[in-house]
């Protein structure tokens, strides 16, 4: 049943009065009109504060409603005991209402009743709304629900929704008239600097409001209606040539009014943020159900009222105080539907091939003048929008991993009746849409002459990871519905087939993108020849493309395309001048402290030293065998990405001279592989919208798509993911984690024949674990487990930061949705408490003891804690009674873990530093820590 109200009529009436009535109204006077004095402006005030509160009225009723309309499609379905509504706080306060009323004295006569003849019909309005809120909680209290089944609570809920509307139109009345009588009495003077400002932030404010009418908050979340991404998207744009109109305090306003004018424009950034945010997020995952889309509006209604509202009130609070009386803004009053026919939608045809496009020529002329601020950024855009997408892309090709494990697994079976369902999830990838939209639209600072190349490659790439995104979703799909039972993994085949040329043509395509937008770049003429950012930044750059070149050497020294590593006298000789000309390169810049993230002297002296350990690994380096290339070259590429690059861009971020950043390199992922029945063919691009694949790199990449018959394998041999060897002084142990086969049959993705689990998941959601590489990827491995977990294997999760809870019960691991809810809750904020967290995960632990099984607890963490003596004696304790410690350290920073490394060996466990090529296998590892007797 839809209990949906048509607002469409109400919101386009509201929105052709405000388009009727903007702030180009203030230019409207006449010279013989009286300059708006205090009084009048206190008068109107207290109308604009009436609104406001009627706002926050319905917004904390909107907010009640959503528990209520929950908890209460839960007990119709037998999931909940009992039906919930939040008890209102009492009477409504008349105070603001009163206020209007009495002190509208200033006002003219015929004013004064308009205005309080508008007032007395909101307060109407809102008492009446807070009267059918009351009825529908004396309704659940007195559990009438129970006998009707909550048809006169249907009712009620109707009634709210229709009666929240018209409190809506009564507040746009009331101020649309408190702003004319404004306008009738100010005389606008362009200028006067105060009514400058204020009309400047009242358009924001009116572009706001405008996007917050495009839809409401629907109360059935769990049904996909969609939200205007469209309409969002074009807000994006449009608010972006605003946000540096605020970036310097305005020119004859006095502070405080000025930081209030500048605090503006910090809150619009903010909420540009938010909004890519919102545009990137909504996944094939989002659109499942529309809990993202009330996100957003929940989100775009607090930066309304809470902080672009506030900063404008506090500016015109100030500006009074110099004789300059503006008019207030009142809050937005929310909406709600209750929308229950859903656009869901799911992928019935294969993934079209992405659209190439031929690059036009890059036509550059020599630039005489040094590169602009807006150019630059420009160009650092591309750089952004490139390595954005190489993030996005690691975390699909993660996800293939994982899934390229359970495929192989399950086409070992005998058949398909003895097959394990396999999995994938698609929740992880983003397309980078915000960053490709600010990319587009710096270019138009950039020469004509360059922008067509830079947009048409940058948008092939955005073509290419489209195209990943829908063969992402339908791999997600396919493996929901089994299809691979039917079709013997046919398809299967051609996704990953697929993404091995993907991959591979993403690299050389976005390389090519980097090498145009670096002669760019390089064609203009440095500002400041001589400045310590600039001669460092060049030699760090120096540095870096010799690194870059030992990492190109070692991925063909790791395919077999060379027989030696590479030579690293030339990165040695870099890292020697960087280390030798430290001072002569920096003189100038101040050395603010190791522990300060503004100090230059910490990436310049962290590239140069993490260039010497890149080079010693490459010389330290041996021929891999066939089974851990994959993972050598992980290494490699971890340590590039994450403390070369890294440091890199962040010292060209704090330059005060213009530097282009570098782009990340991809992870070498995926090898093709061949269907159980019969060769998988290449999915090719079509000739008229795509480039033709290299042949020589199809044959190189898979060889066996050449023949009818695949190649002959021993079905004794695994193909493993990582080998681990630990040394001791007593022995040297060597374990290896089975994860994917070719023929026969492994433990990989099986726990047969290992001790059933007893595993608290013990995790640091302190704010420093906000970070790409530390909580999502966490996440994901837990995640990745999963599928393993038999239904004697059991789960808890203990989080702690700035308390310690238990977020998860130990709960059977076939329960695999309940698990994985509870991890989509875990969120990072707040200070560390290790030593409560770790005396509630021995609790647990103990409560749910299994005799002869693997109880373990698993610390996670990216950072050391004060340690307490109790806490070393619990896990001493615990170690003796079958209950050990491991702790796998998230912090970039290996050498910081003696503490955590401590804990370890007195919890009889291991200590890992984790990174994004290691973290699933870990824990895979330590849930086979025990074999079964």
Request: charged share 25%; with cysteine.
């Amino acid at each position: 049943m839809n209990y949906g109200y048509d607002s469409d009529h109400l919101r386009d009436e509201e929105r052709k009065a405000r388009l009727e009535k903007t702030i180009e109204a203030s230019h409207q006077h006449t010279s013989n009109e009286a300059q708006v004095n205090s009084a009048l402006s206190q008068a109107l005030a207290n109308y604009v504060a009436f609104i406001s509160y009627a706002a926050d009225e319905a917004e904390s009723i909107v907010t009640h409603l959503q528990t209520y309309y929950e908890s209460a499609e839960a007990w119709k379905k037998g999931k909940a005991a009992a039906v919930r509504l939040p008890r209102p706080s009492g009477s409504l306060e008349e105070y603001q209402y009163q206020k209007s009323i009495k002190e509208s004295t200033s006002l003219a006569v015929a004013d004064s009743k308009m205005l309080n003849q508008k007032a007395q019909e909101l307060w109407q309005s809102l008492g009446k709304l807070d009267e059918q809120y009351k009825s529908l909680e004396v309704y659940i209290r007195l559990d009438e629900y129970k006998g009707d089944k909550l048809q006169q609570g249907d009712k009620l809920l109707i009634q709210m929704q229709a009666q929240l509307a018209e409190l809506r139109k009564a507040s746009s009345s009331l101020y649309q008239q408190v702003s004319n009588i404004y306008h009738k009495s100010a005389i606008y003077q362009e200028s006067n600097p105060y009514q400058q400002a204020a009309k400047t932030m009242q358009a924001v404010l009116a572009d706001e409001q405008e996007l917050l009418d495009a839809w409401s908050y629907n109360l059935a979340e769990e049904v996909p209606t969609g939200w205007p991404i469209e309409t969002f998207q074009q807000s994006i744009t449009a608010e972006e040539n605003r946000v540096t109109a605020f970036k310097q305090s305005p020119k004859n306003i006095e502070y405080p009014a000025s930081s209030m004018y500048t605090g503006f424009g910090e809150s619009i950034y903010s909420l540009q943020e938010a909004k890519r945010n919102a545009v990137d997020n909504y996944t094939y995952q989002a659109k499942q159900s529309d809990k993202h889309g009330n996100e957003v509006y929940k989100n775009l209604l607090n930066y309304y009222n809470n902080d672009l509202l506030v900063n404008y009130n506090q500016f015109v609070l100030y500006a009074a105080q110099q004789g300059q009386y503006l008019l207030t803004a009142p809050k937005y009053c929310p909406l709600f539907e209750i929308r229950t026919k859903g656009k869901q939608a799911t992928s019935t045809a294969q993934t079209k091939p992405f659209r190439d496009m031929d690059t036009p020529t890059l036509k550059i002329i020599p630039e005489k003048t040094p590169i602009s601020a807006p150019a630059s950024l420009a160009l650092n855009q591309y750089v952004d929008f490139i390595n954005e997408s190489v993030r996005a892309m690691h975390m699909l090709q993660l996800g293939m991993r994982n899934y390229q494990a359970t495929a192989e697994y399950a086409k070992g079976k005998a058949s398909s009746q003895n097959r394990n369902a396999i999995y994938y999830s698609h929740q992880d990838f983003k397309i980078p849409l915000s960053a490709y939209q600010q990319t587009l639209q710096g270019s138009n600072t950039l020469p004509a002459g360059v922008k067509p190349a830079l947009t048409t490659q940058a948008e092939v790439l955005l073509n290419m990871l489209k195209e990943m995104d829908g063969l992402s979703v339908e791999l997600t799909e396919y493996a929901a519905g089994k299809t691979y039972v039917q079709d013997q993994f046919r398809r299967s085949d051609e996704i990953v087939n697929r993404y091995a040329l993907l991959f591979e043509l993403f690299d050389k395509k976005k390389e090519a993108l980097y090498t145009d937008v670096r002669k760019v770049f390089e064609n203009y003429p440095p500002a400041e020849a001589n400045s310590p950012w600039y001669v460092s930044g060049k030699a760090l750059l120096r540095a870096l493309d010799n690194d870059r070149q030992g990492l190109t050497g070692v991925k063909l020294y790791i395919t077999g395309k060379t027989p030696t590593l590479p030579v690293t006298d030339q990165i040695t000789a870099n890292v020697r001048e960087l280390i030798a000309k430290e001072y002569t390169n920096l003189k100038g810049l101040q050395r603010i402290g190791r522990n300060n993230g503004l100090c230059p002297y910490n990436p310049y002296e962290d590239l140069a030293e993490n260039s010497r350990a890149f080079a010693e690994k490459i010389n330290t380096g041996s021929q891999p065998s066939t089974y851990t290339k994959t993972i050598n070259y992980e290494d490699f590429i971890y340590l590039y990405n994450n403390q070369l690059v890294y440091e890199y861009n962040k010292f060209c971020e704090l330059s005060k001279v213009p530097l282009l950043k570098s782009v990340l390199q991809p992870h070498y992922f995926i090898k093709q592989t061949v269907a159980a029945t019969q060769p998988a063919q290449p999915v090719t691009h079509t000739p008229e919208t795509t480039a033709p694949a290299n042949p020589t790199m199809v044959q190189q990449q898979n060889p066996t798509t050449q023949t009818n018959t695949p190649p002959v394998q021993n079905p004794a041999i695994h193909t493993r993911d990582t080998v681990y060897i630990e040394k001791t002084v007593e022995k040297t142990r060597v374990d290896t984690v089975y994860i994917s086969t070719s023929g026969g049959e492994s433990t990989g993705n099986s726990m047969e024949g290992y001790a059933y689990n007893n595993m608290v998941l013990l995790l640091d959601v302190s704010g420093s674990m906000n970070s790409p590489h530390k909580l999502p990827l966490l996440k994901k491995s837990v995640k990745n487990l999963l599928h393993m977990l038999r239904p004697e294997d059991e789960v808890a999760i203990v989080v702690y930061s700035g308390n310690a809870h238990v977020l998860l019960e130990p709960t059977p691991g076939n329960q695999i949705d309940k698990i994985s809810q509870a991890i989509d809750k875990l969120k990072s904020d707040g200070g560390t408490d290790g030593n409560a967290g770790l005396k509630l995960a021995y609790k647990v632990a103990d409560k749910n003891y299994k005799r002869g099984g693997n109880n373990r607890i698993i610390l996670a963490t990216d950072g050391e804690f004060p340690i307490s003596s109790q806490s070393y004696d619990l896990i001493e304790k615990g170690a003796r009674e079958d209950i050990y410690l491991t702790v796998f350290s998230y912090s970039p920073k290996e050498s910081i873990t003696s503490n955590l490394q401590r804990l370890s060996e007195r919890g009889k466990g291991r200590f890992e530093h984790i990174t994004p090529e290691n973290s699933d296998s870990q824990l895979v590892r330590e849930a086979k820590a025990k074999r079964a007797r």
